[in-house]
């Protein structure tokens, strides 16, 4: 057993026996630990609030690097005011992230969770589908906006929609395909601006990654 020094993001904490509970860590260059932390829960305990999710402590943790336990932490970063503001939407995105199982952690994942509470505030209604748009692409589920998904042929002026997953041109479209103008389409594209999240997102864009996304989580 060795001890580990590493900073980390708390994603989500769970109760198990009477006092103790595992907390989920989401780390810089690792991915995400599943820590086991023994008394947190106890009536005499003084760090409960040190676990709470989105905080961003230094952790000092024992390990085999198959388990993970928990020593003691110092709080770097305590993000209560964020929660309070938009709590649905701060636990939404720590437990998605919590769910992906990460061996490794995107750089984007990272800046973003770090820095979620500015995103909260810069668009708080279209924050979820701009999220999930970069997580995709980082998970390697690119959403092609540009080309024909059958033909490649670059999408210009219009596209179809088939109403799941997926972007045609006119040569390759089928009945019951919605068609996408070009003011929808300019739309579109805005939202793969990695800093900015867009003031509005086409219908057609939400249903793509809510499609996209439960695919991925069913195959899991």
Known sequence: MIYLKIQGLILDKEKIKENDAIVYILTKNDG??????KGIFRPQ???LSLFEPGNFDRLFILTNFNKYQIISALPLKITTHTFKKYPYLFLWTLKLTKNLKLMET?????FVLNHLENYLQQNPKNF??????????????EIDLQSC?????KLK?????DQKKSLFCFYCKKDGYSKINKEE???AKQIKNLIKIPEKI???????????????????
């Open 202 to 220: 086409p219908n057609f864009i939400k249903k793509m990654l809510l499609g996209y996304f439960s695919e991925i989580a069913d195959s899991a």
């Open 185 to 187: 389409l300019t739309l």
């Open 106 to 110: 995107p750089k984007f994942l990272w």
């Open 32 to 37: 995400i630990l599943k820590c086991y932390l």
């Open 149 to 153: 998904y059958h033909c490649q042929r």
């Open 157 to 161: 002026n219009f596209a179809f929609f």
């Open 45 to 47: 305990s003084k760090n």
């Open 128 to 141: 979820p589908y701009w999220f999930l748009f970069h997580l995709l692409r980082e998970l390697g589920y």
